[in-house]
């Protein structure tokens, strides 16, 4: 799952405990809980960027807006249980009537529809609308950006070049529909997958919207995603330039949604305010409806945890996501070039500037985060061999420091110099680009990169995008040298973060990898982890891969972070959601 707030996959829990135990929580819950929830007002959700990335559930792969759309307007088969702590991680039945039932030793998976549920337009959701709805994702060419996982679990043959010979529902051959209809079956209400592995965790992936009912007439591909049609308690009535707003889906029914509990009247984000403007309307309550829907700016935190007078409306986090920088090895094939900025980089003046490790975190050892506690060991490759240590001293064993190790990075260069002159020139001459997000902390990071890598002789440039970051930087055509992105697992197993982010299976890998020396001997041991049954055994090779990942530098790791949250002060039942990381949205009222 992607980070959203450069900004966002999911870390549920299969080892729950594991994962709660970690998260620290300041000001978890509103003082109001213990009042009866009201229902009725207006809650508004405050965000600096243009828009969402997707509305289209089958293209929504980020962890906040998964959990947004997922608690008002989209229904999956399960869900996780919208409750605090550890009990949050837990599956629930939402369309199905129970958690699926596995089978062939999980490579078959069975879901019954429960009776009632309904889209927008009053019409009964059915199996063969699941089915419909788990068959766009196979469209790449029209569905981009969402989970793969069914592409490469489902029993459906491949063509030489390892794509699948279904291509979706637009264009597609005999054979293709032949092989989906095989995999995917309905009989009465129960839909049927059948998988090409056994997949212990595949009901977890039900919990995704790429997993969940389209309408086949209704349906127009791409443009889709301005308006999905709602199956939740809320619909979508504007997708603006300036605001995205929920009013109450009259044909969803109670009765048949066990999971959410629909309080207020509209919800509504609105889009493209300036961060400042955001935090002084948080500092100053004049919106007391409302929440910060991408945390307060670093230069406001000590505002908000600091004054006793928002312990209630506010919240600090460990959070599930490795934060890096992607390298594009198509235009940055240099491995030293790439040391070289990683060793060159001042991660102290960053972390010291988002607020220290008490706001931002802690320094990455790799791209697995310690809240995956089983999958999880620092890779002495990258970043401090203890990774909770944040002093700015040399680690003998990485040769990280966090100021800049510029000694290292220096002799790197010199090497660069006469193994790949061409990527040099680029380096110290044309210069680097870097794709980001916009902020208004940019005037203030940006100087901080551009004088570490100066210091080697290196030239920086970003690419600040506006709107659809994702959807921009996995287009091989539109990517930069590097991209600023984070991860976190779509559920406790580095099955959904190694794979993902270094294969060409993977639906995110954004280093481009494929023709890295390096890449066939990694894929073989990625296929050998996906086969391997035996827990400690798996895990014990993911930290193998994590470590390879970073010998190769394929990404710049940056931070384990940390999240915060704030909202106004007649926003009540406010708790973490483990899941997701986030808020849980759907349980808010406005006390009136």
């Not at 928002?310 to 094939?333: E, Q, T």
Request: glycine fraction near 8%; include cysteine; charge should be positive.
């Amino acid at each position: 799952m992607r980070k959203n707030a450069i900004s966002t996959r999911v870390l549920a829990a299969l080892s729950a405990g594991a994962l709660v135990s970690t998260v620290i929580t300041v000001g978890a819950t509103s003082t109001a809980n213990a009042a009866t929830p009201k229902a009725g007002g207006t809650l508004y959700f405050l965000e600096h960027t243009p828009r969402l990335d997707h509305y289209d559930p089958s293209r929504i792969y980020t962890g906040r807006d998964l959990a947004f759309m997922n608690s008002f307007h989209t229904r999956t088969l399960v869900a996780y249980n919208p409750v605090p702590g550890e009990k949050g991680t837990t599956l629930v039945p939402d369309l199905a009537t129970n958690t699926g039932v596995p089978s062939n030793e999980a490579k078959t998976w069975k879901f019954t529809l429960r009776p009632g549920g309904t889209f927008e337009d009053g019409k009964a959701i059915t199996c063969e609308d699941v089915k419909y709805g788990s068959s766009r994702v196979f469209a790449t060419d029209v569905i981009s950006d969402g989970p793969q996982y069914l592409v490469s679990w489902l029993d459906i043959p491949k063509n030489a070049d390892g794509t699948s010979i279904y291509t979706g529902p637009y264009k597609n051959t005999p054979a293709g529909v032949a092989a989906f209809n095989k995999a995917v079956t309905c009989k009465g209400s129960t839909i049927t997958f059948n998988l090409n592995k056994s997949i212990a965790d595949f009901n977890y992936l039900a919990t995704y919207g790429v997993i969940s009912p389209v309408q086949k007439k209704l349906d127009t591909g791409d443009k889709y995603d301005l308006n999905p049609q709602a199956t939740g308690p809320y619909k979508i009535v504007e997708n603006s330039a300036t605001q995205l707003r929920l009013v109450r889906n009259t044909k969803w029914k109670k009765s048949s949604d066990s999971v959410r509990t629909p309080y207020p009247d509209e919800v509504i984000i609105q889009f493209g305010l300036d961060e400042e403007v955001i935090d002084q309307i948080m500092l100053e309550d004049t919106i007391p409806n409302a929440v910060n829907f991408g945390g307060p700016l670093p230069t406001n935190r000590d505002k908000f945890f600091k004054d006793a007078k928002f312990a209630d409306r506010r919240m600090n986090n460990s959070d599930p996501y490795a934060r890096y920088l992607a390298f594009n090895l198509v235009k940055m094939p240099c491995m030293e070039i790439r040391q070289a900025m990683y060793y060159a980089r001042d991660a102290k003046a960053l972390l010291d500037y988002a607020g220290g490790p008490d706001y931002a975190g802690s320094y990455a050892t790799g791209v697995i985060s310690p809240l995956l506690a089983t999958d999880f060991a620092p890779t002495k490759v990258v970043g401090p061999s203890d990774y909770k240590n944040t002093a700015d001293v040399l680690d003998p064993t990485t040769g990280f420091k966090p100021s800049g190790n510029v000694a290292k990075a220096q002799a790197l260069m010199d090497t660069a110099k006469t193994k790949c002159p061409a990527d040099y020139k680029k380096a110290t001459e044309d210069g680097i680009v870097i794709d980001g997000r916009p902020s208004a902390s940019d005037n203030d990071t940006i100087p901080i990169n551009v004088a570490a890598f100066a210091r080697v002789g290196i030239k920086i440039s970003y690419n600040l995008i506006k709107s659809g970051y994702y959807p921009t930087v996995m287009d091989a055509t539109k990517q930069s040298d590097l991209s600023t992105s984070g991860w976190g697992a779509d559920w406790a197993n580095a099955s959904t973060v190694i794979p993902e982010l270094f294969t060409t299976a993977g639906g995110f890998n954004l280093s481009q990898n494929s023709k890295d020396p390096a890449y066939k001997a990694f894929e073989d041991k990625v296929n050998l982890a996906m086969k391997t049954t035996d827990r400690k055994k798996q895990a014990a090779l993911w930290k193998e891969l994590d470590k390879e990942a970073m010998k190769n530098f394929w990404v710049l790791p940056t931070l384990f972070g940390k999240a915060q949250e704030i909202w106004g002060s007649k926003v009540q039942n406010v708790f973490f959601w483990v899941p997701q990381g986030n808020l849980a949205y759907g349980k808010l009222w406005i006390n009136q």
